[in-house]
């Protein structure tokens, strides 16, 4: 198990390293500078360039990017916030954008996980139709229609929860978005659960487990639960970057200052920093979720547990 | 003989699955005896039935089953020493899991590599049961479980305790199921096909130790087959199943040798055999009817190269030949022509009497 460990964190670093090497070298190709100010002259901009470190060999400025990295060093912002530390300026925004995205996969994946189990247990009734609604309807609207449609009804018309979000009431605020994000969740983790429940239900392990007598809720959770709670897992992780990507909308609706709206503008803005490094984070965040995943399967499935021993 | 204890009596049981097609009637009326400590083979081809019979006993029919009529009669010693009898189809599913299954009647089920939960080490799956239904104490379920793993001939059973399925052979594995299956002491044990996924030289060792385990412990066992070879190794009595009803039941040696109901005599015939001039296996030409259809007559005459005019009309009742030996076939009624068996199986039956008095 610890060799298993030790050789995904290996990989998982080389991972990052690349991803890093890449966004280097998509925004080395990318037309304009930061510098694109037509007021500047040419000498001007040579100057910046030059305190900035632009002009130096392309590998160069890369090993000098990766070792201020590591320090935890993401540089200046050229162009959102002038010369502020990129670090500063994620201090706010992220516990923001994480407390969110963290609130929309617990809540998630736990109903999703229950609405599933709810539909397998009572498959062919109608518990199991009104699961299969919300999936097909979670699947297949995108995350700002409810968005939309809860700031209408709840915000509102209901006036329950707050339009925008407002940082005196930090969680009140965070309702809507967190609803509006998990909704995809829901209806994934829900179909994906049925299906995976049934197929368990089915097996002749559960034949057999029933053929012993054992019934109810042990029979459930331990003998078909936990089996077929391996395959969620495994789309519980790519389930998070669809979360990351749909924040940058929702971010925009309900005017949270999280790091999606911030990675918007900088784009916008050729502020180089400030897009790598929030591509970085998004990045990260996916490999280690990955790692997390690889390990609790260890955790989880024998198989996979002594096999690599 | 001792007096026999009829353990379980299965009577004009009749189970029919709802499908797309339509209903499936697989059951059709089937009558089985088992006395304590005997053995009762039950053959026949995919689908007559067999595997239907023995779910029902156990209360697992799948979700479309549906038991139209008969009963199952099963009598076991409480655990207050009094012997009891239930219909188990009339019992609800709650109370046939919390004083049948497992606890006085237990099934091996024919693939042994998808039985065991993966993620479950083998020791946990023995002793589960027996904490389940008597609160067995850990300590002692534990040493009940190793004791139960040198029986079914585990060795290094206390460290196999520890390992989970994936790391035993099929055949180590079966015999993981028929420990778990013995765990609560079970009157009887009902195995299906339990060999049948298994290779040859593992196959006659599961049959020993549960030939074995019989002798041991004096269990009643239900054995389900399609393998006549096997039944010759195991069985007290067996019954020959054909869509869903038993043709012809008998013990052991009126089966083997002396066959009366055309089925059995093809099932003889098809099994193969090192001695038969003809180089080619006899097959019972055709397929099982369709039971989604209601039989008229006898549900083998299409198939029947000896069928009379009366089996496409009206069903054979059960000819009596001996107290255990019946049939199902006109050809017993004393009015039909004298049909006798086929001379090729009439020589396989003395090369197979000349071979077991060896």
Redesign the interface.
């Known amino acids: 198990m610890k060799k298993y460990i030790a050789k995904r964190m290996f990989v998982s670093i080389v991972t990052i390293l690349i991803i890093l090497l890449l966004l280097f070298c998509m925004l080395q190709f990318m037309p304009g500078s930061p510098f694109n100010d037509e007021k500047l002259s040419e000498a001007q901009v040579q100057v910046l360039n030059q305190k900035y470190g632009l002009d130096q060999p392309i590998v160069v400025q890369f090993v000098n990017y990766v070792k201020n990295v590591v320090k935890g060093d993401f540089g200046v912002s050229y162009s959102i916030s002038k010369n502020t530390d990129i670090s500063k300026l994620l201090n706010t925004r992220l516990p923001v954008s994480f407390r969110i995205g963290g609130q929309a996969v617990v809540f998630g994946a736990i109903i999703g996980i229950m609405l599933g189990i709810a539909a397998a247990l009572k498959s062919g009734t109608w518990i199991d139709s009104i699961c299969t609604i919300v999936s097909v309807l979670g699947v297949s609207l995108p995350s700002y229609v409810f968005a939309l449609a809860m700031a209408y009804f709840l915000g509102y018309r209901a006036n329950i929860f707050p339009l925008l979000y407002n940082s005196a009431e930090a969680f009140a605020s965070s309702v809507m978005p967190t609803i509006a994000l998990a909704m995809f969740s829901i209806a994934t983790v829900a179909r994906f659960t049925r299906t995976e429940l049934l197929e368990v239900l089915d097996s002749d392990y559960m034949l057999l487990a029933e053929s012993k007598g054992i019934t109810g809720r042990t029979l459930i959770v331990r003998h078909a639960l936990r089996n077929a709670l391996i395959p969620i897992i495994t789309v519980l992780a790519p389930l998070v970057v669809d979360l990351m990507i749909g924040s940058l909308v929702i971010e925009k609706i309900f005017s949270i200052p999280g790091i999606g709206s911030l990675m918007v503008t900088a784009i916008q803005s050729n502020d180089y920093n400030v897009t790598i490094t929030i591509a970085f984070i998004y990045s990260v965040m996916y490999i280690v979720l990955m790692l997390a995943v690889d390990i609790l399967y260890g955790v989880i499935d024998p198989r996979i547990r002594l096999a690599k021993e | 003989m001792a007096e026999r204890e009829k353990i379980l009596e299965v009577r004009d049981l009749s189970i029919s699955f709802k499908t797309t097609a339509g209903n499936v009637n697989a059951i059709r009326g089937v009558n089985l005896d088992l006395y304590r400590g005997e053995t009762v083979a039950i053959v026949g081809e995919s689908g007559s039935g067999k595997s239907v019979t023995a779910k029902a006993a156990?209360g697992?029919l799948a979700k479309n089953g549906q038991v139209n009529s008969g009963s199952i009669k099963f009598t076991y010693t409480r655990e207050d020493g009094e012997k009891v009898s239930c219909d188990i189809l009339k019992m609800q599913k709650?109370e046939i899991?919390?004083h049948?299954?497992?606890?006085r009647i237990?099934?091996v089920?024919q693939?042994p590599m998808?039985?065991?939960?993966?993620?479950?080490?083998i020791g946990k799956q023995i002793m589960?049961?027996m904490i389940?239904?008597y609160k067995t104490p850990k300590e002692e379920a534990y040493k009940k479980a190793v004791k139960l793993l040198e029986l079914v001939g585990i060795t290094d059973a206390e460290k196999r305790m520890k390992n989970?399925p994936?790391?035993l052979s099929g055949g180590m594995r079966q015999r993981v199921?028929i420990a778990?299956a013995l765990?609560c002491n079970p009157e009887l044990l009902i195995c299906d096909e339990p060999t049948t996924a298994l290779d040859v030289t593992i196959q006659a060792k599961i049959l020993e130790l549960i030939r074995n385990i019989q002798k041991k412990t004096g269990i009643s066992v239900i054995y389900i087959t399609h393998d006549l070879g096997v039944v010759a190794k195991v069985a007290d009595y067996v019954n020959v199943m054909y869509a869903g009803k038993i043709v012809e039941k008998g013990s052991i040696d009126e089966i083997f040798y002396d066959p009366k109901h055309p089925y059995t005599w093809g099932l003889l015939s098809a099994m193969p055999d090192l001695n038969t001039a003809d180089s080619r296996l006899f097959t019972i030409p055709g397929s099982p009817p369709n039971l989604q259809k209601p039989v008229c007559g006898d549900a083998f005459a299409p198939r029947n190269k000896y069928a009379l005019k009366i089996d496409s009309r009206v069903e054979p009742p059960m000819f009596k030949i001996s107290d255990s030996h019946f049939a199902a076939t006109w050809l017993l009624h004393p009015l039909a022509p004298k049909v006798e068996m086929p001379e090729e199986l009439k020589k396989r039956i003395i090369r197979m009497k000349e071979e077991a008095a060896v």
Do not use: C
């Open positions: 156990m697992i709650k899991r919390e049948i299954n497992g606890k237990a099934m089920f693939d998808t039985s065991l939960n993966p993620l479950m080490t589960e049961g389940w239904h989970y994936h790391q199921v778990i765990a």
